[in-house]
């Protein structure tokens, strides 16, 4: 059985810092890919970034240069470091994982299917 349990969100003020994190257990820690997601209100769900088994990143647009996304793999945790934070960053975060046989969400190239329950991120200006 996959789980994955973020951690970290909160609420800072814009410029500020956070880290979020997301244990993994089950299929989900053996997985090629994992990735970060967010969902704004009244906005659908987007990816934030993406990480490959071999390393490589993806990052979308509006965060690239300001979040780094990482892995430590004798922990299964994946990480999302935000710096410099915008109120427009303000949003529900979701680690996922690739589900190659039933994930429904594509994104960087990985299929993912595997999801947290979130954690609340929130940047006052």
């Known amino acids: 059985q996959a789980q994955m349990v973020e951690s970290g969100g909160g609420s800072v003020q814009s410029g500020g810092s956070l880290r979020l994190s997301c244990a993994a257990s089950?299929?989900?820690?053996?997985?090629?890919?994992w990735g970060w997601f967010r969902q704004a209100p009244g906005k659908e769900r987007e990816g934030v970034a993406r990480?490959?088994?071999?390393?490589?990143?993806t990052y979308a647009a509006p965060v690239k240069g300001r979040f780094t996304i990482s892995r430590d793999n004798a922990k299964n945790t994946l990480y999302l470091q935000m710096d410099s934070l915008k109120p427009e960053d303000t949003a529900m975060y979701y680690c996922?994982?690739?589900?190659?046989?039933?994930?429904?969400?594509?994104?960087?190239?990985?299929?993912?299917?595997?999801w947290g329950q979130g954690t609340q991120v929130t940047v006052s200006s």
């Open positions: 996922a994982a690739e589900d190659s046989v039933y994930g429904r969400t594509w994104y960087g190239g990985c299929r993912f299917g595997f």
């Open positions: 089950g299929y989900s820690a053996t997985a090629n890919c």
């Open positions: 990480f490959e088994r071999d390393g490589s990143t």
